[in-house]
């Protein structure tokens, strides 16, 4: 028989059915996996023998849902992806830093990613992610090992795009890998999806709208529905894409998601990672109703704010999506691999672009950050502390010197929480982090291995650019060195 656990918080966001609710002293009791009571303290009648975790001063939410990561690259991205961006390419990093990167990266250096980012993910609140990487057998088992839930998506692509000379970016076909990649994910979700106690889920994942040619989309969006399972791809995520779709097929990449069955009713359960450049962009600027499209197919967005707004670029904007009734989730997709920040820049850019302080709230992020992630999912087990959901548990400190004073506990969370204020972990009821330690895990070690592997990818660099650059031409450091 599984053992009750039951933690006694000064602050618990429970829901109500409906929405998330702020509880004064409440209580979250859990058996096995499975939480099965949430409450005010007061209305709880505690069953015999049943343990019960003290937390005064301790804020107990859901965790967190990562909807869009790259987690076998995204750690190398540090120091090398900030303050470029070629006005030719609309800013995107697509077409020169991130096949530069990847092409100077070896399987050591993945390896150190995916081991890396697992902890990192834990240690900032995600519980649940969506991984679209390399080495799906390698990342899955460190991911179950270390207790942390993935859907993983093998990714798959007819083509690629590269630029010969910074300028332009052309494409390179292959129907056939693109075919073969999906049978190899196909095959992969048939063997694992559900293993480690149903920690691990299977996505599909064609890679890019504009990489993927529409015999192999379709073939995807059957396969999904087949196997019931979610399908996520990138779209509207630059400029360059947006003119490159419009070309070939006289459609906004929505649109023509919408036209060959990937959006609508009797599409798969879709999420559109990005979508940050609808037709009503202003780095667009056309008529059109993208957003409405979005809304009327029931489709989920996975939102990764700062990836973009790195280079200047913001969506336009998160509370009008919202409004048109897309299903916003969170995700963050380059480092660092926080939902807090992915939380924060959500909220803050909302603010911005929309010129409206009472919109874009951190409530909405938050929820987006949560429910928003289990919907796009289709678990309604997830993101939320209520009977019957996955016990996927944080505790948060109330008293750190960035969440005091308290009074508002989601928006402490989201403006001002920092990551060492999550205090314990708990992942389908396993403790997989308290007080900032994780079994098994030596961070410093990770950090070290990751170190070594960016050094390697450093010089790697001029093998993998197209003007075989060094790394200081491709990305210039910010301070001069001392004595130059």
Same mark, same amino acid.
């Given at each position: 028989?599984?053992?009750?656990?039951?933690?006694?918080?000064?602050?618990?966001?429970g829901? =109500?059915?409906?929405?998330?609710?702020?509880?004064?002293?409440?209580?979250?009791?859990?058996?096995?996996?499975?939480?099965?009571?949430?409450?005010?303290?007061?209305?709880?009648t505690p069953p015999e023998g049943i343990s019960v975790v003290e937390a005064p001063g301790r804020l107990l939410t859901p965790g967190l849902i990562n909807l869009h990561a790259h987690i076998g690259g995204?750690?190398? =991205?540090?120091?090398?992806?900030?303050?470029?961006?070629?006005?030719?390419?609309?800013?995107?990093?697509?077409?020169?830093m991130l096949p530069a990167r990847s092409g100077a990266q070896d399987d050591d250096g993945t390896r150190a990613c995916l081991d890396f980012s697992s902890a990192e993910l834990i240690m900032s609140g995600t519980t649940t992610v969506f991984s679209m990487d390399p080495m799906p057998e390698?990342?899955?088992?460190?991911?179950?090992e270390i207790g942390l839930r993935m859907y993983v998506g093998p990714t798959f692509r007819s083509g690629r795009w590269y630029t010969p000379d910074g300028r332009q970016v052309l494409y390179d076909w292959d129907e056939q890998a693109g075919i073969d990649g999906l049978a190899r994910a196909i095959e992969f979700i048939e063997r694992n999806d559900g293993a480690h106690g149903g920690l691990i889920r299977g996505m599909l994942c064609p890679m890019q709208i504009d990489t993927c040619t529409e015999d192999l989309f379709r073939r995807a969006c059957d396969a999904a529905r087949d196997l019931d399972v979610p399908i996520q791809t990138h779209a509207s995520q630059s400029v360059v894409?947006?003119?490159?779709?419009e070309r070939r097929n006289g459609r906004t990449p929505i649109e023509w998601l919408l036209d060959i069955g990937f959006l609508g009713p009797r599409g798969p359960k879709a999420i559109v990672g990005h979508a940050i450049f609808p037709n009503s962009h202003s780095w667009i600027n056309q008529l059109g109703n993208d957003i409405e499209i979005l809304g009327d197919a029931g489709a989920t967005v996975a939102h990764a704010p700062w990836v973009f707004a790195r280079r200047g670029i913001a969506l336009e904007s998160f509370a009008d999506y919202l409004d048109a009734g897309v299903n916003m989730a969170i995700g963050t997709d380059t480092a660092p691999q926080t939902m807090l920040e992915a939380m924060r820049w959500a909220a803050v850019l909302g603010k911005v672009t929309g010129r409206d302080a009472e919109r874009s709230t951190a409530a909405q992020v938050f929820s987006a950050a949560t429910l928003g992630g289990a919907i796009g999912l289709g678990r309604d087990d997830l993101g939320r502390l209520a009977p019957g959901a996955k016990a996927d548990l944080l505790l948060w400190d109330t008293g750190s010197p960035w969440m005091t004073p308290f009074r508002d506990p989601i928006k402490n969370l989201v403006y001002s929480a920092r990551?060492? =204020?999550?205090?314990?972990?708990?992942?389908?009821?396993?403790?997989?982090? =308290?007080?900032?330690?994780i079994p098994g895990v030596d961070i410093r070690q990770l950090s070290a291995t990751l170190h070594a592997s960016g050094e390697r990818l450093w010089d790697r660099i001029p093998q993998a650019d197209w003007g075989e650059r060094d790394v200081d031409e491709l990305s210039p450091v910010s301070l001069p060195r001392w004595g130059e």
């Open positions: 028989m599984a053992t009750t656990t039951a933690i006694h918080a000064s602050h618990v966001i829901f =109500d059915g409906t929405e998330h609710r702020h509880i004064e002293d409440g209580v979250v009791a859990y058996e096995g996996d499975t939480i099965t009571w949430v409450g005010p303290y007061s209305e709880w995204s750690p190398l =991205d540090k120091s090398f992806i900030e303050d470029v961006g070629r006005r030719q390419f609309g800013m995107s990093g697509l077409f020169e390698y990342n899955m088992e460190r991911a179950a894409e947006f003119r490159e779709m990551e060492e =204020d999550l205090k314990k972990v708990v992942i389908n009821g396993r403790t997989v982090m =308290d007080e900032r330690n």
